[in-house]
């Protein structure tokens, strides 16, 4: 048994790795766990060796290669062994000028973390949706759903729909995905003429979004700028500030100021 584990930690082919167990008396089942793990842990150290190394890799993995080892993935993903794998696979960054994972190993992947079958870092989902625009719009879909369909949301379940979902703290780490989530939700008032379970998503959202927006900022890897690229920086900063950091004395003062900035920009724009 310790020279079929041996075998199966090893570098050597799949079938020949059959054929020498075969060969000693041990049934697939003996093997094919550990020759799995070694071999997803040997492909998480390839693509993390060509991302970092780049070009000047020798043993630089193929873009078709890539591309096919994602395809691969698709039907196997949600199983607890290839997760490192698909983590790598999404915060792998080539030097293609296209994208070179398949999209349907996107869309696989988005859909197994909506339906939680899969446990990725924040970092892996915000790489899935910087990478992927439609995998970012079914999951405010997803939770447009859930605010609609549900009856009777309190705003604390309406908060543990949000911060279950990652968006406002992707949305804090990069704007671009903010951007489009605040489309969305524009988007979704229009539609739905103001629905009190979309404004009050949406209200939850923006708090949200400031609390990770405040953790995030202390890197400063984003300007404010960045996030709101049509909108004053001086209404921005006003807006962004807690009420628990405005003595209760001046919130009649700061409210009148915020309507005073805001009536002043409708007017320069009307």
Known sequence: RLLSHIVSTSRFDIKEVGLFNQVLG????????????????????ELRENHLNGFS???????????????????????????????????????EPQEVLCPEFFDAVNEAFLLKKISLPTSAILCLWLRHLPSLENTMLHLLEKLISSERNSLRRIKCF?????????????????????????????????APEVLAGLQVFTRCFV?????????????LKTYFPYASPSLVM??????????????????????????EIVEDHG
Not at 61 to 76: A, N, Y
Not at 184 to 193: G, N, P, V
Not at 215 to 221: A, D, H, S, T, V
């Open 26 to 45: 041990y049934a697939p089942t003996d093997y094919y766990p550990g020759l799995l793990k070694n071999m997803v842990l040997s492909l998480v150290s």
């Open 238 to 263: 006003v807006l962004l500030q807690h009420p628990k950091d405005i003595p209760q004395g001046l919130w009649h003062q700061s409210l009148k100021h915020i309507s005073e900035m805001l009536k």
């Open 57 to 95: 890799s020798q043993r630089r993995m193929s873009p078709e290669r890539v591309r096919s080892l994602s395809r691969i993935c698709v039907p196997l993903l949600t199983l607890p062994d290839f997760e490192p794998l698909v983590e790598a696979l999404l915060t792998y960054h080539g030097h």
């Open 211 to 223: 609390e990770a927006l405040e953790k995030e900022n202390k890197q400063l890897k984003f300007a």
């Open 162 to 194: 949000m911060k279950d979902s990652l968006l406002p703290e992707a949305a804090a780490c990069h704007p671009a995905i903010f951007r489009v989530v605040d489309e969305i939700f524009r988007s979704a008032l229009l539609e739905t003429d103001g």
